[in-house]
């Protein structure tokens, strides 16, 4: 018997080193460990000891007698990774990396942002070294995406939240939730009050589509309604028509999965998770019945995982329609197909895609529906949204890519509401350089570059800012501990400025500046709440959506 790695791993990593007979792959030092959809178990290796079990923050981990109908598959995508990429193992011991000499005395580091990178990087250097962690966020609740990014029906990837609860238990990390840096506190403020600030920001705005109508009523971007179905406070008024019966989502990759789950699925079902109330409220109304998903590409480039495409399949009341006409593939994909070395996953997306294209389908049920090769050249309609123009794309090979080029062919669909996921770009931080092109912030190893090209001492990046938005939630924690590395060696090596005010100072500053700031037992007394009133209606929690009910619960 064998333990398998299934479809909610979060690729943090904290499974490898607790292996004793190292099977789990890949492994952070490992170049493909960067494009990964996820992590997998040599079942041949495996000795059914249960230390990654318990080293699982998002309880993604299973025996294989344990694994339920919709999980069963990844006994054999497990075995399939480690078919193309046996198994080699020097068992070389991991090295713990040394801490800073005692009489450096305590480092202060202000990190801002409050969601899975910042908080990664706070847990490696509360692992790592004597500090003191101050965590600022805007919002008066912390975890970021995992609280208003990860979809309501994904309660296991939301458990990576009790990591980090577990880990900031002491004082030597405090929270200042509600306090926006830059509005209340500067950016030379931090400076003087720590050796280092940490952003850890993310990368909150959504790409564009840059085509006629985008923004007429009814055409929205993904990001506002994930934000507004999961109840992020600056999103609880939005309003999103679901009158009509078809919605268009432009963009394949797993939001829009998320996103297009949510609109189909069983109001009924999404009322045992901790959706807002005002979008199950606005769901139970619905009138949509089909969701079309149009990716730019093919089947084998589309930016979903086999794991979330793979789960589609078990929605109950909903049929997943793939037409056999989009199943035909360009000869440049054909022969990645046919290559014996194809990796498993794209064989598994086109595998899944001909399951769902032979399906049964029932007249009863919502659609979500897959359409390929396709890019939108017009959201159309008079006052609102009435439909969507796209073109046909065909695949071509540009300098060893496969590149989507626009043909002669156009259709249009009708639909009420638009939802753009083509993916998120970074926004310019306060007193930072910025870099427009990638929409991050200039670093080297998450050191954040002046115009010189010079490191700005005591100024780091981890996370969407630092890299651009690529990866999964898991993706942070290699890059918060390279991140955490540098700043170290810099604190070590003596180029970091001492603080010239202490914790004490920082306390009444922002205090005076926010009266509003939540704390660590603020954040608690909303914990609380939310999860008393959950229980009550047997829900994981319900949140408060407002500003105003969220400091009142913060107050107790």
């Known amino acids: 018997m064998a333990y398998v790695i299934t479809q909610r791993c979060c690729n943090d990593a904290s499974c490898v080193s ?7 792959r890949p492994t952070p030092d490992q170049p493909e460990f960067a494009t990964t959809e996820m992590l997998y178990i040599d079942p041949d290796t495996c000795i059914d000891c249960g230390a990654c079990v318990d080293a699982c923050p998002v309880e993604a981990i299973f025996s294989e007698d344990d694994l339920t109908a919709s999980l069963a598959r990844y006994k054999d995508i497990n075995a399939a990774y480690f078919e193309r990429h046996p198994l080699e193992s020097n068992f070389d011991p991991i090295v713990t990396p040394a801490r800073p000499p005692k009489e ?15 908080c990664y990087a706070a847990d490696e250097l509360l692992r790592r070294c004597d500090v003191e962690v101050e965590l600022f966020d805007r919002l008066p609740t912390p975890w970021g995406l995992v609280r208003n990014g990860v979809a309501p029906d994904h309660p296991g990837t939301k458990t990576v939240s009790s990591l980090f609860e577990s880990a900031f238990r002491r004082e030597t990390l405090q929270y200042y939730l509600n306090v926006e840096v830059g509005t209340h506190i500067s950016h030379e403020e931090l400076l003087r009050h720590h050796h280092a600030v940490l952003y850890a920001v993310g990368a909150a705005a959504d790409r564009r589509m840059n085509v006629p109508g985008e923004d007429l009523p009814g055409s929205h971007s993904a990001t506002e309604f994930v934000n507004w179905y999961n109840g992020h406070p600056d999103f609880a008024d939005r309003r999103f028509d679901l009158s009509a019966e078809r919605a268009v989502i432009v963009g394949n990759g797993n939001v829009a999965l998320d996103v297009a789950r949510v609109l189909t699925v069983d109001p009924d079902e999404l009322a045992k998770t901790d959706i807002a109330d005002h979008a199950l409220d606005a769901l139970r109304n619905s009138n949509i019945r089909e969701v079309v998903v149009l990716g730019r590409r093919g089947p084998l480039q589309a930016a979903y995982t086999s794991p979330e495409f793979l789960a589609l399949a078990h929605l109950k009341g ?11 593939l360009d000869p440049a994909s054909q022969a990645a197909l046919d290559d014996p070395d194809v990796e498993p996953h794209l064989r598994l997306k086109y595998t899944l895609a001909k399951e769902y294209a032979a399906g049964r389908r029932d007249p009863a049920n919502r659609r979500i529906v897959f359409r390929y090769l396709g890019s939108p050249t017009a959201v159309t309609g008079a006052d609102k949204v009435e439909g969507i123009e796209f073109v046909h794309n065909e695949l071509v090979e540009e300098g060893g890519q496969i590149v989507a080029r626009a043909t002669d062919r156009t259709e249009s669909l009708t639909a009420g509401l638009v939802l753009r996921s083509i993916g998120y770009k970074g926004e310019p931080v306060a007193d930072l350089p910025f870099d427009e092109s990638r929409a991050v912030v200039p670093n080297e190893h998450g050191r954040v570059l002046g115009p010189d090209g010079a490191p700005q001492p005591g100024v780091y990046v981890s996370g969407w800012i630092k890299r651009g938005p690529r990866g999964v939630i898991g993706s942070n924690r290699t890059d918060s501990e390279e991140t955490v590395e540098q700043l170290i060696s810099d604190f070590t090596s003596g180029k970091l400025n001492k603080p010239q005010g202490d914790r004490a100072a920082l306390k009444a500053l922002v205090a005076e500046r926010q009266p509003d700031v939540v704390d660590r037992a603020g954040w608690k007394s909303i914990d609380l709440a939310e999860k008393t009133a959950g229980k009550s209606a047997r829900r994981p929690r319900v949140k408060f959506t407002t500003r105003e009910d969220l400091l009142k619960a913060a107050r107790g």
């Open 318 to 328: 909903v049929d997943v329609i793939v037409e056999d006409a989009d199943l035909e």
């Open 104 to 118: 450096l005395g305590t480092l202060r580091v202000a990190i801002v942002g409050a969601g899975p990178a910042a």
């Open 18 to 24: 607790e292996c004793p007979v190292d099977c789990i």
